[in-house]
């Protein structure tokens, strides 16, 4: 498994190196299960929150909680982490927030429907973000793939019920974007710093 440098970190000591492994690809591929039922189920919260609350302040809320709870049930990690590793989860941090206030005018707009469909072709995405990032050689199933699925967003959005790409949709797909640069950047920093640190911080 290739272990990209940290700043503040020996290159040739990863994370995975000091601590070992975190967990199986079993219990890996369960905790991506887990994920992807909390987003449906936060999709469906959101747009009935929205009805009540803004979008700023929804998200305030969500990451204040979020990051009490989390700071005390891994308060330990934090004291013991670094520099480097608290700048690069405060820039992760900073991503995600951007994609979730993405999401959150998405759905405020548009059809929570569209908005979770045009947000998880991130997943083609992901590939394309890495190429262009960090010169990760892209496949021609890739390509191919990734051209479908935006095929598929085009006829759903386009030539659906819309004349036109509205502003939520249009908010969807900066979200779908953040969302695959959000996955291709946390993968790289979790190579060599604590993946605890990175999510809380």
């Known amino acids: ?9 020996p290159v040739k000591e990863s994370f995975e190196a000091r601590k070992g492994a975190i967990m199986t ?11 992807v039922l909390a987003r449906s189920i936060a999709y469906l919260f959101s747009k009935t929150l929205l009805g009540e609350v803004a979008p700023l302040c929804l998200l305030a809320l969500r990451f204040g909680l979020a990051f009490a709870l989390l700071a005390i049930m891994f308060r330990k990690q934090l004291l013991a982490a670094s520099r480097a590793e608290l700048a690069r989860g405060l820039g992760l941090g900073g991503l995600l927030a951007a994609l ?8 405020k707009i548009a059809d929570i429907t569209v908005v979770s469909f045009i947000e998880n072709t991130a997943v083609v995405l992901v590939p394309l973000a890495a190429a262009a990032l960090f010169g990760v050689k892209l496949r021609a199933s890739s390509m ?5 699925a935006l095929g598929g967003v085009a006829l759903l959005t386009v030539c659906g019920t819309h004349a ?5 949709d249009g908010f969807a797909m900066a979200a779908a974007v953040l969302y695959a640069l959000f996955i291709v950047v946390t993968a790289r920093f979790s190579r060599a710093c604590d993946p605890i640190v990175l999510g809380v911080a």
Do not use: R
């Not at 498994?1 to 970190?9: A, E, K, R, T, W």
């Not at 191919?144 to 479908?148: E, R």
């Open 1 to 9: 498994m290739i272990s990209y440098p940290c700043p503040g970190l």
């Open 25 to 35: 690809h079993m219990q890996a591929s369960v905790l991506m299960v887990l994920v």
């Open 100 to 107: 979730m206030f993405c999401e959150m005018l998405a759905l």
């Open 144 to 148: 191919c793939c990734a051209l479908v």
């Open 164 to 168: 036109s790409i509205g502003a939520g």
